[in-house]
Structure formats: structure tokens, C-alpha cells
């Protein structure tokens, strides 16, 4: 673990917010690709003595110009929905470099996927013996397994507890083992995902042992996904997954069992939050400064329909007032205007905020915008990206029409 302390990129103050806003208007989502690549520098150097292959977890942030800046990095990707791989490929994927780890989706979808060429990985034995019957048993598949390791704090979060539904239980690999074994299923990569925000690399590495344990059994093995959760910082002094520890530690685990194993394997992970939480920022007006007896509220042009997290998930998301940075910080209770309590923080010390000011939101790149939606009929802001240097739309807010699209408006009633 280390601690870890927040900043605003270079180029992200109040007079170029003020300017975006201007521009493209208001709320506004604002990435920046150079916090994105040195994410996926540092997973690629902590594991540097292995053949390692990354997997952008696109489900945080689906944008598909970010999609092809990952691909531009020699990223693959990581897709829950076939229309996750759908967007991969346009995004020029090799489907090869696509994998398809869904949950619950029907065995047509599954199908699909396979006859587009990706890998699939399956997380269930009925699933798998679906699959085997459909494609013919020599279609290679990924088998997720849960080794119920929970190494991350935040239960709304965590796939890999006992009562979870992600993957097949690693009580059942035997049962595994015979089915594989009855149908001659071509086992090609093994795969868990404990879920978000480890805290222990001794607890994942856990995991990953167990993982490698049933790994053994299988002879045709080209990978081992070992999934995500690398947790970010998300408020100042705030900890985060140490990779280069998890690099040392893993590596060394890794190669030992590929020794054993008879051959190198590739190790894969398919981080989302890692690689874009940080790069992210939301920023939204204050409408109005509240005074009640009980607190000052102050109310932002936006609400849980831009983000939710922090009343989904109780998540923390750091504020900056970039419009007074230098400001005497004073105690708020930041909220949206949305018709239901939408609190994105309480009692939080905040640089003094006066009507008009641009708040910042932090970690805004991972499952903000993704989970946005229209409730009361609001709209969903724009994204601009800051990509070598150069700060560009890269989706246009909504407007009314995109409401409308595809309503029946019924001619009589
Ligand atoms: C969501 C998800 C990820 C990404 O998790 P992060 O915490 O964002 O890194 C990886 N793998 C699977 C299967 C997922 O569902």
C-alpha cells in the first residue's frame, strides 16, 4: 500500500474551465490521455519480467476515441455486453484482442461473441456446457473462477465473496474438471476478478495462488487472467494498490509456476478504474449557496443523473473550487438539483464557494459518465478529452431531440 496525494493536472484551472464551459457548455466531462498512459506504464513496468498483456475494462469509460487511445497503446480489451465488443471492434480491435467476460447473458449472446471471433470467458458450468454443445467442444474457451478472496473493503463492490454470483466456485472444480473431461472443452485461459479496490496484495495474491493451484489441471492453458481491483486513491493521503509491490510479488509467483507448468504463459489483467479514474474530472457550476440552520448547501447544475457514485456507493470523490482555489476553506454540504436526495458530499471543507463557481470533481474518469442517465429528463453533458496537448470535443452534450428519439408520440390518444 502507499499513500498517495491529489492534484489537478497542468492545464486544468479556472479560467481554462471557464473557457470549456463557454465553449461546449455546462457540466462538462474533462479527461486528460497522459494521466491514461502513465497508468498503463506503470502496470507495464511493475511487470516487466513477464509476458504480460493489459486489458482496458472499458465498462468505466466507454468513450470510443478512449477505447482507441488504449488500442493505440497495444492495449486489449475487456468487454461485459456484446455491445462492448461490438463498440471494440469498431474501435479496430483485433477480436483476438478482445475478450467477452459477461455475467448472466444468455447462451445466444455468448454465441455471438464467439462467431465474431473474440475470446469468451464463461462463468458458469451450465453455461459452459451450453457453449460446448453450440460451438463444438474445440472452441477455445476462458474459464472464471471465483476463489471468494475478498481483498478490497467496500462490500458494494466486492464480486468474490462466497454468496457472490460472478464465476464458478472454486469448490467446484472438480465438477469443473468432469465436464471438461466428459465433453473434451478446449480450456485455453483461466480467470478470476475479486472485484474493486484491493487494499492487501498478500490477500489477492491469495487468490491468484488458488487460481494457479486448479491451473495445473489443465494442459492447453495460453493465459491466466487475473482480473482487476487495483484500488486509486480517491482523497488525499489516501491509499492505493502498490503494483510495483504486486509486480514484485506476482512475478515471482508467476514465473515459479511456469516453470513448473512446463511452459511460459501469458499474465493478463483487465484494470478499468486503474487506467482512467484518475484522468477524469467533472465539472459543474454552483447555482446556489444555501444557508439553513443546519448546514450551508451548496447546489450544483447537475445531480446522480452525471454521477452517481457517490450515492450508489457512498463513494468519496475529492472536490476542488477551481474558481477559488485560494479561497478560505469553509464547511459545505455540496448537493445536485435532481428531485431526490443527491448528496455528493456532507460536511466537507471546501475553499469558500459563491454562486457561479466551478467545482471540480475528482477520480471522474471510471464509471461516472458510463453510469450517467437522463432521470428527470436532464441531459447528459459533453466529454472533451486533453490529448497531446490538445483539448478536444470528444462527445456533444444532449439536447432535447436525443429525449425524443425513440419515443412512439402516439398521434391519437
Ligand atoms: C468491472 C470489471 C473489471 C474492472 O474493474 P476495475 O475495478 O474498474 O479495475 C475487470 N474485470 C471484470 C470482469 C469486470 O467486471
Known amino acids: 500500500m502507499k499513500e498517495v496525494s491529489l492534484s489537478l493536472p497542468k492545464g486544468l484551472n479556472g479560467s481554462t474551465a471557464a473557457d470549456l464551459i463557454r465553449q461546449y457548455g455546462s457540466p462538462i466531462y474533462y479527461y486528460d490521455t497522459a494521466t491514461m498512459e502513465r497508468q498503463y506504464g506503470l502496470l507495464k513496468d511493475a511487470f516487466a519480467e513477464v509476458p504480460l498483456k493489459i486489458n482496458y475494462a472499458c465498462k468505466a469509460l466507454t468513450n470510443i476515441n478512449v477505447l482507441r487511445f488504449f488500442r493505440s497503446l497495444g492495449s486489449g480489451l475487456d468487454t461485459v455486453s456484446i455491445e462492448e465488443v461490438k463498440l471494440g471492434l469498431r474501435a479496430g480491435f483485433e477480436p483476438s484482442d478482445i475478450i467477452f467476460t459477461p455475467n448472466g447473458v444468455s447462451i445466444e449472446e ?89 487494499l492487501d496484495v498478500d490477500v489477492f495474491l491469495r487468490g491468484a495462488e488458488l ?58 489483467f483487465e484494470p478499468g478504474k486503474y487506467l482512467v479514474s484518475e484522468a477524469g474530472y467533472f465539472l459543474c457550476e454552483v447555482n446556489a449557496v444555501k444557508t439553513t440552520t443546519a448546514t450551508v448547501f451548496a447546489q450544483v447544475n447537475s445531480g446522480l443523473n452525471h454521477l452517481i457514485r457517490p450515492m450508489f456507493y457512498d463513494a468519496y470523490h475529492h472536490i476542488s473550487n477551481l474558481s477559488r482555489p485560494e479561497g478560505k476553506p469553509r464547511v459545505y454540504t455540496v448537493v445536485g438539483y435532481i428531485c431526490e436526495t443527491d448528496t455528493f458530499a456532507s460536511d466537507r471543507l471546501i475553499p469558500e464557494i459563491q454562486e457561479g463557481d466551478v467545482l471540480a470533481f475528482h477520480n471522474a474518469g471510471a464509471y461516472c459518465y458510463a453510469m450517467s442517465n437522463n432521470y428527470n429528463s436532464r441531459l447528459r453533458p459533453s466529454e472533451v478529452w486533453l490529448h497531446r496537448e490538445k483539448l478536444q470535443l470528444i462527445r456533444e452534450r444532449e439536447e432535447l431531440s436525443d429525449l425524443l428519439a425513440r419515443q412512439v408520440e402516439l398521434e391519437e390518444l
Open 110 to 198: 455468448l454465441c455471438e461473441a464467439a462467431e465474431l471471433g473474440v475470446r469468451v470467458n464463461i462463468d458458469s458450468l451450465g453455461m459452459l456446457e451450453q457453449f460446448a454443445n453450440r460451438m463444438g467442444s474445440d472452441y477455445p474457451v476462458c474459464i472464471r473462477l471465483n476463489p471468494h478472496i475478498n481483498a478490497g473493503g467496500n462490500s458494494k463492490i466486492s464480486v468474490g465473496h462466497i454468496d457472490s454470483k460472478f464465476g464458478i466456485s472454486i469448490h467446484q472444480t472438480r465438477h469443473l474438471e468432469r465436464l471438461v473431461k466428459k465433453l473434451g472443452i478446449k480450456v485455453e485461459g483461466l480467470h478470476m476478478h475479486t472485484g474493486s479496490d484491493i
Open 211 to 268: 487460481l494457479l493451484e486448479v491451473a495445473r489441471e489443465y494442459k492447453d492453458l495460453r493465459y491466466i487472467d487475473f482480473g482487476s481491483g487495483f484500488k486509486v486513491a480517491y482523497s488525499d493521503q489516501d491509499i492505493a494498490t502498490d503494483v510495483a509491490e504486486m509486480g514484485e510479488k506476482m512475478t515471482e509467483l508467476f514465473q515459479s509456476f511456469c516453470k513448473e507448468y512446463g511452459r511460459m504463459l501469458q499474465l493478463e
